[in-house]
């Protein structure tokens, strides 16, 4: 049975999945959405776990709590967060600028495009100096950015 299609949203995600979409659904504007359908609305070169960062975000629920369930009720609003998302992704912005935040040395930093994005190699570095700095006989160590 062809359920008709009442929004944009609703088309962009039958065009992006091949699941129906059920009356009760439809008017409640939400969509039933499996782990593995969600998956599929990003382009193939975005890692599974990015995506899942994308979509935690844009369902306001952890990555893990996500990981948790097999299915989950998405609204249009949430499925057009998605979807611009993954248009940023297709678009090559980095996916901290998208998230907005990025961990760095166990802390979490408000990344924008006027900011480098930390790197994982930066916090090597940083262990290094610290090793560095505990290694000598210096009582009050200066650090110049």
């Known amino acids: 049975m062809n359920y008709p299609l ?16 059920t009356p009760r659904y439809q008017q ?3 969509f039933y959405m499996k782990l593995s359908e969600i998956r599929h ?8 776990n990015d995506s899942l960062l994308l979509v935690s975000k844009a369902l306001r629920i952890s990555k893990a709590k996500l990981l948790a369930l097999d299915a989950i009720d998405v609204s249009a609003e949430q499925l057009e967060l998605i979807s611009n998302y993954s248009t940023k992704i297709n678009a090559g912005i980095p996916l ?6 990025w961990d ?18 930066t916090e090597l570095l940083v262990d290094l100096v610290m ?3 505990a290694s000598t006989d210096l009582e009050k160590p200066h650090l110049v950015d």
């Open 6 to 21: 009442v929004t944009k949203q609703t088309a962009w995600f039958r065009a992006r999945t091949r699941t129906k979409i």
């Open 28 to 30: 409640r504007g939400l």
């Open 41 to 48: 609305l990003f382009p193939e070169n975005i890692t599974a």
């Open 96 to 101: 901290p600028y998208i998230l907005g935040n």
């Open 104 to 121: 760095f040395y166990g802390r979490s930093f408000l990344v924008t495009p006027d900011v480098l994005i930390p790197r994982p190699e």
């Open 131 to 133: 090793e560095h700095i």
